[in-house]
C-alpha cells in the first residue's frame, strides 16, 4: 500500500536506513499508534526491524532490513512507471499548474 511505501522510502532514505518510531510517526503523517499498527505486519514480513535505543529505552527504532531495501526498490521502479503513465497525457502547462498546486498544499505541512 502507499503507506508502506511510504514508511519504505523514509527509512531508505535515511542516512542509517534507520528512524525513531515516532519521527517515522511523524513523516508519513501517522500517530505513534498508528504507526505501530502499521509496522508490525510489516516487520512480521521481513520489510522491517524494530530496535531498542541502548541509550535511552523509551525510544524504538525501525530499521529497514535487506528484504525491504530490495522489496521498496522494486516499488521505485513500479511507482516511477506509474507516475509518468499518469502525467504523460498532461500538457506543460497542466503540469506548471499542478506543480503550484501541490506547492501550495504542502506548505500547510
Given amino acids: ?3 508502506e511505501y511510504l514508511v519504505l522510502n523514509q527509512l531508505y532514505m535515511a542516512p542509517t536506513q534507520t528512524i525513531r518510531r515516532s519521527d517515522l510517526a511523524e513523516l ?3 500517530t505513534p499508534s498508528g504507526i505501530t499498527r502499521l ?3 510489516m516487520e512480521k514480513i ?11 529505552a523509551r525510544v524504538s527504532l ?4 535487506a528484504a525491504g ?11 516511477a512507471q ?3 503513465s499518469l502525467f504523460e497525457s498532461l500538457g506543460v502547462e497542466q503540469l506548471e499548474t499542478f506543480t503550484g498546486l501541490l ?3 504542502s506548505r500547510g505541512f
Fill in 103 to 105: 506547492k501550495t498544499v
Fill in 28 to 30: 508519513v503523517g501517522l
Fill in 62 to 65: 525501525v530499521t529497514l532490513s
Fill in 39 to 41: 509496522i508490525n505486519p
Fill in 82 to 84: 506509474a507516475s509518468v
Fill in 1 to 3: 500500500g502507499v503507506s
Fill in 46 to 56: 521481513g520489510l522491517v526491524k524494530k530496535e531498542e535505543n541502548l541509550r535511552d
Fill in 69 to 79: 531495501k530490495q522489496v521498496y526498490e522494486d516499488a521505485q521502479v513500479s511507482f
